[in-house]
Structure formats: C-alpha cells, structure tokens
C-alpha cells in the first residue's frame, strides 16, 4: 500500500538554526512529492513540490528539499529557522494508482525556539 | 484573487443529524478535492470533482457524498453523523495543469464537531 512517512511527531530547534523535516515515500518509478505547512486554524499551504529535474527544489519562505531516489527520501530543509516557521508541515506523494489524489503524511510538528 | 472558501467555519451537530459543507474555489479551478483531517488519521482524501464529475473517491462510506455545480462550487454532505465524523473538512481546489502535478490550494477548512 501507498505511504509516507514521517518519523517524528515533533522536530524543537533553535531560532537561527537549521531545520530538517524527514519524509520517506513508497512510489516506484517517478514520484510525485510534495511539502504543504498549516498553521493553526488554517488550511494546508503549498511550500514546494517534486516533479522531475534537479534533486534540489527550492520553494517558499526560504525551505527547500531534496529528492533521494535511493533512500526513497524527501526531506524539508531550511538553512536558518524563525519562530514565525512553527508550524505543522506534511509530506504527500501523488497516488499510485494514476488518480489525482494525494496521500499525506501524518504530519510534524515543528516547534521553533526563540 | 480570491482564494478557496469554504462555508461555515464552525459548526456542532448532533449524533444522528445531517450536515451540508460548501467550498467556492479559486476562480477558473475547475478540480475540487474534499479531504478529512482528524487527530487520529491525519488527512484522508474523500472525493475529488472535475467539471461536475466525480473522478476519484476515498475509503469512505456512502453517508459521505457530494457534487459540483456548473460553476464549480462544490458541497460536501454527511449523513447521519457519527462522533467519529467530529473532523476539519478541507476543500482543496486545482486547475487543470495543476492537478496533474498535484498542486492544490486549500480553504481554512470548516470544523465540525459532533456532539
């Protein structure tokens, strides 16, 4: 079965240092991956997405993440994290079976220390 | 431009009750995507729209359903609740390129709690 994986319920760093968020997928062949951040009471926000290309993909508020196709990883990274970064943030891939849904993580509570 | 919005925000019902949800997506969306979070499961897809179309659907049971209008405005129905249906409902809507790479924007979400 489809899954993702995130194995941490929350990730705790210090303002100013950086952030790692692992994701671990299943999708053989050529996944599609995705990061999405919600912030309390609000719905998901689109951070960055893995479609095919360089490892390395940049996206918003300075996050980034890199495709492992090896280690079936796709981790979030951000080099210096700010308190305003605390936030749920969940890891999907695109369905395997050609539909057009995507399954999610369970998510990581990131928490930013000042 | 207007993002996804959903309607209401908050609501309780009771054991037993039906409730409606409705999502407008962005304009010129024409895919909407209904998922449930809970605590518990996370975020689990409920059904996706395409031109009033129901394309895809979750692991769901049939007191789950729901339908898109001609202008793409969607709404979500759950009959007779149960607790366990206590959950953020989240629309989510796409255009057409959009959705074959995966990128959804998502409404706030509307909570529901059954009591």
């Known amino acids: 079965a489809q899954s993702v994986a995130q194995p941490e319920d929350q990730v705790n760093v210090a303002e100013g240092n950086p952030l790692t968020v692992k994701c671990t997928y299943s999708?053989?062949?050529?996944?599609?991956l995705f990061w999405y951040v919600q912030y309390p009471n609000r719905g998901l926000q689109f951070l960055l997405k893995?479609?095919?290309?360089?490892?390395l993909v940049k996206g918003s508020y300075g996050f980034e993440a890199e495709f492992n196709k090896s280690q079936t990883s796709f981790h979030l990274k951000k080099p210096s994290a700010l308190v305003s970064d605390s936030a749920l943030y969940f890891c999907a891939e695109r369905d395997a079976g050609g539909n057009n849904r995507l399954a999610f993580g369970k998510g990581n509570q990131v928490v930013v220390i000042p | 431009k207007a993002g996804v919005t959903q309607t209401p925000r908050y609501l309780i019902k009771t054991r037993g009750q039906q409730v409606t949800l409705s999502c407008s997506p962005i304009?010129?969306?024409?895919?909407v995507s209904w998922y449930q979070q809970t605590p518990g499961q996370g975020l689990q897809f409920l059904f996706e729209y395409f031109s009033e179309t129901q394309r895809n659907k979750g692991n769901f049971p049939g007191r789950f359903s729901g339908r898109q209008f001609s202008n793409s405005r969607s709404e979500m129905n759950v009959s007779t609740l149960e607790l366990g249906d206590s959950a953020l409902y989240l629309c989510a809507s796409s255009t057409v390129r959009d959705l074959n790479t995966g990128e959804l924007f998502f409404g706030e979400g509307s909570r529901l709690t059954v009591l």
């Open positions: 304009s010129g969306h024409r895919s």
């Open positions: 893995y479609i095919t290309g360089d490892n």
């Open positions: 999708v053989s062949g050529n996944p599609y």
